[in-house]
C-alpha cells in the first residue's frame, strides 16, 4: 500500500476523501470537530507539496444529509486558509473550477451522499469523479469499511495512497492486534452487541483480559438465561461466548432506574436482582473496583464505548473511573475509539493522557474483529 511519501504532488491535482461527518447541532455549531483535526496534517503535508487539493466528503445530522457547507468555516479556521466551496461534485463547473486552481490551493465539493451512486458503489460516478484528479488520498478510515464509489471506485482510475491518518489508524490497530505488550486489556461497552460481537470474541482469543460494560454484559447474561425476562438478542455468535473463560469479566452489580429512566427511582445492586420494570445504566462499584484493579496490570489497553449512560450525572461514574483508571496506568499504550467513547472522554478533559484516538467505529470494530476493510483493500 503506498502513502503520501511515495508520490511527488508538485502542481497535481489530488482528490482526497476524508470523514467531515462531524456533529452538529440545530443551530448549526460543529460539537466536536475532532475529524477535522485529524485530517488537517495530511492537507497540510499536500499544501506544502504545492498540491492542488480537491477534498470530499459525506455529512450527515440525525440520518439526514446536509450540505458540507456547514463545515466550511470551521475547517478554514483550522487550516488557516480560505476553501473554494463547490455545490456539486462533478460537472463542468466543477471542471473548470479545478482547471483554474493554483498550487496550494484548496477546493471542497458538496456532500457525495446527496448523490444515490455514492452508496451503490456505481463505477460511472467514481469515474466522473476521478477524472477531476491526478491522484486519490484515502484519509477517511473511519468510512474504510463501506464499499461506497469514493472509497473502493475512484482508486481503480487514480494512483492512490493511504492519508497519515489512515497509515497511523492501520499502524496502531494492528500493532494492538498483532504485537502488543502484555497484559492486554480489551475494554468493551455501548449497547448494540450485534456491531460488538465479532470483536469481542477476536479479543476473547487475543487479549488477556476482556472487560464488558453494563449493556453489553446484560444482553450476554440474558442470552446464557442467567438473566430471566430479558429481551434476548438474535445476534447467534454470542454462544460462542464461554462464562467460564478467564478473561472474560462481566459486571456482576449496576447503577439501576426504571426502564423509562424515572430520576426519582435509582438503586445499586447486583445484576441478578434485576426487576423487570428496572434497567441497569451504569456499572456498579464493585464492578468498578474489580475492573480497576485489571487496568493497573496492563501493558496495552484497549477501550471502545461506556461503561453506561455517562451523558446523566447520576450513570456517569463507571465511565469516568474506567477512563480515569486508564489515563493513570502511566506505563500502558492506551488507544481508545468510537463516537461516544471519544464524546466521554472530552466530557472528562482526558483526550491528551490517551496515546491514540481513532477516528472510526465501525471501521475501527471491524479491523479488530479481523475483517478486511474494502477501503483498505482498494488501495493495495
Not at 496502531?172 to 505488550?181: F, G, V, Y
Not at 428496572?278 to 496492563?298: A, C, R
Not at 463516537?339 to 475501527?364: H, R, V
Amino acid at each position: 500500500m503506498k502513502t503520501l511519501k511515495d508520490f511527488n504532488f508538485t502542481n497535481k491535482r489530488v482528490l482526497v476523501r476524508c470523514d467531515f461527518n462531524v456533529p452538529i447541532s440545530a443551530e448549526g455549531d460543529i460539537l466536536d470537530d475532532f475529524r477535522l483535526q485529524s485530517a488537517l496534517p495530511t492537507i497540510q503535508f499536500l499544501i506544502q507539496s504545492g498540491a492542488k487539493i480537491i477534498l470530499m466528503s459525506h455529512l450527515e445530522m440525525k440520518e439526514k444529509v446536509i450540505s458540507l457547507k456547514a463545515i466550511l468555516s470551521a475547517l478554514e479556521g483550522l487550516l488557516g486558509k480560505k476553501i473554494k466551496f463547490l455545490p456539486n461534485c462533478f460537472g463542468e463547473n466543477v471542471k473548470k473550477e479545478v482547471e483554474m486552481m493554483k498550487a496550494g490551493n484548496v477546493i471542497l465539493l458538496e456532500n457525495l451522499r446527496f448523490y444515490k451512486e455514492e452508496k451503490e458503489a456505481d463505477p460511472k460516478f467514481a469515474k466522473e469523479i476521478s477524472q477531476l484528479g491526478d491522484f486519490y488520498i484515502n484519509e477517511a478510515f473511519s468510512c474504510s469499511h463501506r464499499a461506497h464509489a469514493s472509497i473502493v471506485g475512484i482508486p481503480k482510475y487514480l494512483p492512490s495512497a493511504a492519508g497519515f491518518l489512515l497509515e497511523k489508524e492501520i499502524k496502531t490497530l494492528s500493532q494492538i492486534l498483532e504485537r502488543p505488550k502484555r497484559p492486554l486489556i480489551a475494554i468493551i461497552g455501548g449497547i448494540k452487541i450485534e456491531t460488538k460481537i465479532k470483536t469481542i470474541l477476536n479479543f476473547l482469543e487475543k487479549a488477556d483480559h476482556l472487560l464488558l460494560g453494563s449493556k453489553i454484559g446484560e444482553v450476554i447474561l440474558a442470552q446464557k438465561m442467567i438473566l430471566i425476562g430479558r429481551q434476548i438478542a438474535e445476534e447467534k455468535l454470542i454462544e460462542k461466548i464461554k462464562l467460564t473463560d478467564p478473561k472474560l469479566h462481566l459486571p456482576f452489580d449496576g447503577r439501576i432506574s426504571l426502564r423509562e429512566g424515572t430520576e426519582s427511582y435509582f438503586r445499586i445492586g447486583g445484576v441478578g436482582t434485576l426487576k423487570k420494570e428496572e434497567e441497569i445504566f451504569d456499572v456498579g462499584p464493585e464492578t468498578i473496583k474489580i475492573f480497576v484493579e485489571i487496568i493497573k496490570k496492563g501493558r496495552t489497553i484497549f477501550w471502545s464505548g461506556p461503561l453506561g449512560m455517562f451523558e446523566k450525572k447520576e450513570f456517569e461514574a463507571g465511565t469516568k473511573e474506567i477512563a480515569e483508571a486508564i489515563t493513570r496506568n502511566y506505563s500502558a499504550f492506551k488507544v481508545a475509539g468510537g463516537g461516544d467513547t471519544i464524546s466521554a472522554i472530552n466530557k472528562f478533559e482526558l483526550a491528551q493522557k490517551f496515546d491514540f484516538l481513532s477516528t472510526g467505529g465501525g471501521a475501527m470494530l471491524e479491523f479488530l474483529a479481523g475483517e478486511k476493510l474494502p477501503g483498505i483493500e482498494a488501495l493495495k
